[in-house]
C-alpha cells in the first residue's frame, strides 16, 4: 500500500470517527430529551388520572343528586294530585 492510500485511509478512518463521535452525541441528547420528555409525560399522566378520578367522583354525586330531585319532583307531584282530587272532593 503507498503512502498516499494510507493517508486516505487514515483520513477516511478519522472522518469516521469523528461522525461516530457526532452521532453518539446528538444520540445522548437525543436519549436525554426523550427521558425529559417521558418524565413529563409520567407526570401529566398521573395528574389526568387524578382528575379523572375526582371527575368520575363528581359524576357519581351529580347522578345520586339527580336521583334525589327526581324523587322529590316525582313525591310532589304525587301530593300535588292528591291534592287536587282532595280539593275536587270538598
Same mark, same amino acid.
Given at each position: 500500500?503507498?503512502?498516499?492510500?494510507?493517508?486516505?485511509?487514515?483520513?477516511?478512518?478519522?472522518?469516521?470517527?469523528?461522525? #461516530?463521535?457526532?452521532?453518539?452525541?446528538?444520540?445522548?441528547?437525543?436519549?436525554?430529551?426523550?427521558?425529559?420528555?417521558?418524565?413529563?409525560?409520567?407526570?401529566?399522566?398521573? #395528574?389526568?388520572?387524578?382528575?379523572?378520578?375526582?371527575?368520575?367522583?363528581?359524576?357519581?354525586?351529580?347522578?345520586?343528586?339527580?336521583?334525589?330531585?327526581?324523587?322529590?319532583?316525582?313525591?310532589?307531584?304525587?301530593?300535588?294530585?292528591?291534592?287536587?282530587?282532595?280539593?275536587?272532593?270538598?
Amino acid at each position: 500500500m503507498s503512502r498516499d492510500q494510507c493517508e486516505s485511509v487514515a483520513s477516511s478512518v478519522e472522518s469516521l470517527l469523528l461522525d #461516530a463521535q457526532r452521532m453518539q452525541t446528538q444520540c445522548r441528547q437525543r436519549s436525554d430529551q426523550l427521558s425529559q420528555a417521558a418524565v413529563r409525560l409520567r407526570v401529566e399522566s398521573s #395528574a389526568l388520572r387524578q382528575q379523572c378520578e375526582s371527575t368520575q367522583l363528581d359524576m357519581a354525586r351529580m347522578r345520586r343528586q339527580l336521583e334525589e330531585l327526581k324523587d322529590t319532583k316525582a313525591a310532589f307531584e304525587a301530593r300535588e294530585r292528591q291534592a287536587r282530587k282532595l280539593s275536587k272532593h270538598l
